[in-house]
């Protein structure tokens, strides 16, 4: 069939997709091998889509023009090979919703530090009066919102996955923050191959676009000087003085793009840590391309709130503070979250590894964790990696085990920290669920 578009997973992407292309006039059908939730469901039937659940049927599938996947679906899937193999096209929601705007797109990707930037960037822009839409890997699906809004522009957190399956989409703006090891499970645990795909949020960029990058972060230059790009080079650094680009040096931050300057002290920013600097610089850089006013960035810098489950405050019980950093999905997350707390630390960590090296973090659990509680169904390998550098090591498998564990080790001035580390598939629906219980457990102390 010449217009059978269909769509593999019916999630919050894989809906979106299906409605946009349903409104585009595409035949559509979506197929999931797992449960699609009630209000899915209704979205579905009210725009009239085809789909299924609980299984994929290979012959309806293979009938298609072309296949939009769900980013949770690897390529290894024996019905995406076969995909593949009969030269039936797979993209990504975000490289078909691209097709149907002419929404400038700010796309912001790295290993860390990418839900918190793209929702700075959205609410500097926000803040100066524009029609502008949040999406990709945080909030409504980028589909979905070209199928039901009409933005100027659209402010995209893209993962690996979902830059896996882009082939001509274009970011007008590109923001690469940094790159370490992660979802290596997905990349035949080969950190080239992951580079690779990272560095795809810079394809089909021309003169007229920009792109931001961490002259800071070794992996990134390393693949930088391996590539050509048309796009305005702009480097963001806490080492170096930048002619173009933004650095911090001591207490002050400063920002140049052309002719245009912006500075503002480091304590001033509502975001505190180092790498929340190397934040605020890029969502600043952003904001001067866009041409937004000195004084807009100022107070939105000064006056933006943390994102739920990233170092979010729960409550302090007898003393003790519980934070949720659900959303450190990998090590180098954790690595931050411990640098920035000075009190002794009940760190709960655990979950579905990929590939972690655990070693990055041994001095900082030795001076600064005095105890782990372990959450996950198999919790060996970070028993292995961290025996011998804390007191104590406690096992657990439920979130309400791990916080009752955690309250009967703490005393006052301690910090008991949820920073899994981790995916969170082994015992949680998706890292949202993994702090919600968190904090709900919390709550009932």
Same mark, same amino acid.
């Given at each position: 069939m010449d217009n059978r578009l269909v769509i593999l997973g019916g999630g919050e992407s894989g809906v979106g997709a299906a409605v946009l292309a349903k409104k585009q006039g595409y035949d559509v059908f979506l197929s999931d091998s797992g449960i699609i939730r009630p209000a899915a469901k209704e979205l579905l039937g009210e725009y009239g889509i085809e789909y299924e659940e609980g299984m994929h049927s290979a012959p309806m599938i293979m009938q298609a023009r072309e296949?939009?996947?769900?980013?949770? &679906?690897?390529?290894? $899937?024996?019905?995406?090979?076969?995909?593949?193999?009969?030269?039936?096209?797979?993209?990504?929601? &975000?490289?078909?919703?691209?097709?149907?705007?002419?929404?400038?797109?700010?796309?912001?990707?790295?290993?860390?530090? !990418? @839900?918190?930037?793209?929702?700075?960037? =959205? =609410? $500097?822009? !926000?803040?100066?009066?524009?029609?502008?839409?949040?999406?990709?890997?945080?909030?409504?699906?980028?589909?979905?919102? +070209?199928?039901?809004?009409?933005?100027? &522009? =659209? /402010?995209?957190?893209?993962?690996?996955?979902? $830059?896996d399956g882009m082939y001509d989409f274009k970011a007008d703006i590109a923001i690469l923050l940094n790159i370490t090891p992660d979802h290596l499970d997905r990349y035949h645990y080969d950190l080239k191959e992951y580079v690779k795909a990272k560095f795809r949020i810079t394809q089909n960029m021309d003169e007229d676009d920009c792109f931001i990058f961490c002259r800071d972060d070794e992996i990134s230059m390393e693949h930088l000087n391996r590539i050509v790009l048309k796009a305005k080079m702009l480097p963001i650094s806490q080492k170096d003085t930048l002619s173009e680009g933004a650095y911090a040096l001591e207490d002050k931050m400063h920002v140049i793009y052309g002719e245009q300057e912006f500075e503002m002290f480091i304590n001033e920013l509502a975001l505190q840590g180092k790498h929340n600097v190397y934040n605020s610089m890029a969502a600043a850089l952003s904001a001067k391309i866009m041409n937004i006013s000195n004084p807009v960035i100022r107070e939105?810098?000064?006056?933006?709130?943390?994102?739920?489950?990233?170092?979010?405050?729960?409550?302090?019980?007898?003393? @003790?503070?519980?934070?949720?950093?659900?959303?450190? @999905?990998?090590?180098?997350?954790?690595?931050?979250? $411990?640098?920035?707390?000075?009190?002794?630390? &009940?760190?709960? /960590?655990?979950?579905?590894?990929?590939?972690?090296? =655990?070693?990055?973090?041994?001095?900082? /659990?030795?001076?600064? +964790?005095?105890?782990? /509680?372990?959450?996950? !169904?198999?919790?060996? !390998?970070?028993?292995?990696?961290?025996?011998?550098?804390v007191s104590e090591i406690i096992d657990t498998h439920s979130m309400e085990d791990a916080v009752a564990q955690s309250y009967r080790v703490s005393r006052p001035g301690d910090t008991v920290l949820l920073s899994p580390a981790c995916a969170s598939f082994d015992l949680f629906r998706n890292y949202e669920d993994r702090g919600d219980q968190f904090k709900e457990a919390v709550r009932k102390l």
């Amino acid at each position: 069939m010449d217009n059978r578009l269909v769509i593999l997973g019916g999630g919050e992407s894989g809906v979106g997709a299906a409605v946009l292309a349903k409104k585009q006039g595409y035949d559509v059908f979506l197929s999931d091998s797992g449960i699609i939730r009630p209000a899915a469901k209704e979205l579905l039937g009210e725009y009239g889509i085809e789909y299924e659940e609980g299984m994929h049927s290979a012959p309806m599938i293979m009938q298609a023009r072309e296949v939009v996947k769900s980013p949770g &679906i690897p390529d290894t $899937l024996p019905l995406v090979e076969d995909l593949n193999k009969a030269g039936i096209p797979v993209i990504s929601e &975000i490289e078909f919703a691209g097709r149907f705007t002419r929404a400038r797109k700010i796309c912001i990707t790295g290993s860390n530090g !990418k @839900t918190t930037t793209s929702s700075l960037i =959205y =609410y $500097l822009l !926000k803040n100066a009066g524009l029609n502008v839409g949040l999406a990709g890997n945080v909030g409504q699906s980028f589909a979905y919102q +070209v199928a039901t809004q009409n933005y100027d &522009i =659209y /402010v995209l957190e893209l993962s690996s996955f979902q $830059l896996d399956g882009m082939y001509d989409f274009k970011a007008d703006i590109a923001i690469l923050l940094n790159i370490t090891p992660d979802h290596l499970d997905r990349y035949h645990y080969d950190l080239k191959e992951y580079v690779k795909a990272k560095f795809r949020i810079t394809q089909n960029m021309d003169e007229d676009d920009c792109f931001i990058f961490c002259r800071d972060d070794e992996i990134s230059m390393e693949h930088l000087n391996r590539i050509v790009l048309k796009a305005k080079m702009l480097p963001i650094s806490q080492k170096d003085t930048l002619s173009e680009g933004a650095y911090a040096l001591e207490d002050k931050m400063h920002v140049i793009y052309g002719e245009q300057e912006f500075e503002m002290f480091i304590n001033e920013l509502a975001l505190q840590g180092k790498h929340n600097v190397y934040n605020s610089m890029a969502a600043a850089l952003s904001a001067k391309i866009m041409n937004i006013s000195n004084p807009v960035i100022r107070e939105s810098l000064t006056s933006f709130k943390s994102i739920p489950h990233r170092m979010e405050q729960v409550a302090r019980v007898k003393g @003790t503070l519980y934070i949720n950093d659900s959303k450190a @999905t990998n090590v180098n997350s954790v690595w931050y979250a $411990l640098d920035s707390l000075q009190t002794p630390v &009940i760190w709960i /960590v655990g979950g579905q590894d990929k590939g972690n090296d =655990y070693s990055v973090l041994a001095d900082l /659990v030795s001076n600064k +964790v005095k105890t782990i /509680v372990c959450l996950g !169904k198999d919790n060996e !390998k970070i028993i292995n990696a961290f025996s011998g550098k804390v007191s104590e090591i406690i096992d657990t498998h439920s979130m309400e085990d791990a916080v009752a564990q955690s309250y009967r080790v703490s005393r006052p001035g301690d910090t008991v920290l949820l920073s899994p580390a981790c995916a969170s598939f082994d015992l949680f629906r998706n890292y949202e669920d993994r702090g919600d219980q968190f904090k709900e457990a919390v709550r009932k102390l």
